[in-house]
């Protein structure tokens, strides 16, 4: 009888410290939510945790709480903004049935979140240039390149398949070919080149051509 108590007793406890977790998870995604703006206005050098509380429902203290420093916070936002991002394309890859619809659904998505997340993107490249100088920013970094270099080969996959033709690039070239579209277009944006938008759609949709001929 004592055993069954006793066990009884430790699931409980066991449940419990899974819900403090799970609450103190919930609290700190809360919280990068709040932040991602101001991040991706100010930039990783020029933003504290007292800005981000300034800007935000959240006192300075909590911030700080739930957060060791801007290093831990900047890492949860970035993760935490990519895992969302990379799922918008999910639903283009379930619903295209042709080449053509792959390869032009995808060129848009990749205009519009350009277009509707422009600093968000900025804050990305900005964070990834200071891994090169910050060591606690590399594995977060390597982490997300990995998770959007996997989306991108999903995408190069998927249309290759529709298109019954293997693809003649690899993974990690895929990525960095379209990681550089995606930069170069992003930097043009921000300087006011509108006409940014047309060409990474152009050439977006250009590339899986190239891939998979």
Not at 48 to 61: F, Q
Not at 70 to 81: A, E, G, S
Not at 111 to 138: A, F, G, I, K, P
Request: proline share 2%.
């Amino acid at each position: 009888m004592s055993t069954t108590k006793g066990s009884r007793a430790t699931r409980q406890q066991e449940r419990a410290e899974r819900a403090a977790v799970d609450k103190f998870e919930r609290r700190r995604d809360e919280l990068a939510s709040s932040a991602l703006t101001t991040l991706a206005d100010r930039g990783f050098a020029h933003t504290s945790l007292r800005d981000i509380a300034e800007n935000s429902p959240y006192s300075h203290g909590v911030v700080h709480y739930y957060f060791s420093d801007k290093l831990d916070l900047m890492q949860h936002c970035i993760r935490q903004y990519k895992q969302d991002c990379v799922k918008h394309y999910d639903a283009i890859l379930e619903s295209a049935t042709t080449p053509g619809e792959l390869r032009d659904g995808f060129a848009d998505a990749m205009v519009m979140t350009l277009q509707d997340e422009t600093t968000l993107h900025r804050m990305w490249y900005d964070l990834r240039n200071q891994s090169m100088y910050t060591t606690e920013l590399v594995g977060v970094i390597k982490e997300i390149d990995l998770l959007l270099e996997q989306m991108i080969w999903r995408v190069v996959s998927r249309y290759a398949e529709l298109a019954d033709s293997p693809s003649r690039m690899s993974s990690p070239v895929a990525y960095a070919l379209y990681d550089g579209l995606f930069l170069r277009a992003l930097i043009d944006f921000l300087a006011g080149d509108l006409g940014a938008l047309d060409t990474l759609r152009r050439e977006c949709a250009r590339l899986l051509e190239v891939f998979c001929p």
